[in-house]
């Protein structure tokens, strides 16, 4: 094996390794469990009781979940 197909052998394997993330990185966030986008929080008082809604730029009102994973586009997406 001569010393170009090393490296590019080498470069493919680099290439396909998974970043690493330090855990105490990760801050989970509240995402939409339909397309991982974050929620917005919406809060309200009705007869002395605080309501919490979360809403979806795309699929509105939603129950969320909470990840470490989402998406961070915005599609403009509101009707």
Same mark, same amino acid.
């Given at each position: ?22 855990? #105490?990185?990760?801050? *989970? +966030? ?6 991982? %986008? ?14 919490? #809604?979360?809403?979806? *730029? +795309? ?6 979940? %909470? ?13």
């Amino acid at each position: 094996m001569n010393q170009s197909s090393r490296s590019s052998i080498a470069a493919i394997v680099e290439w396909q390794r998974p970043i690493y993330r330090d855990p #105490t990185t990760l801050r *989970p +966030e509240q995402v939409c469990p339909h397309c991982k %986008r974050k929620t917005t929080e919406y809060r309200f008082m009705i007869d002395g009781h605080i309501i919490v #809604t979360h809403h979806c *730029p +795309e699929h509105r009102d939603v129950i969320p979940m %909470r990840s470490v994973i989402f998406r961070d586009d915005y599609t403009g997406f509101v009707s």
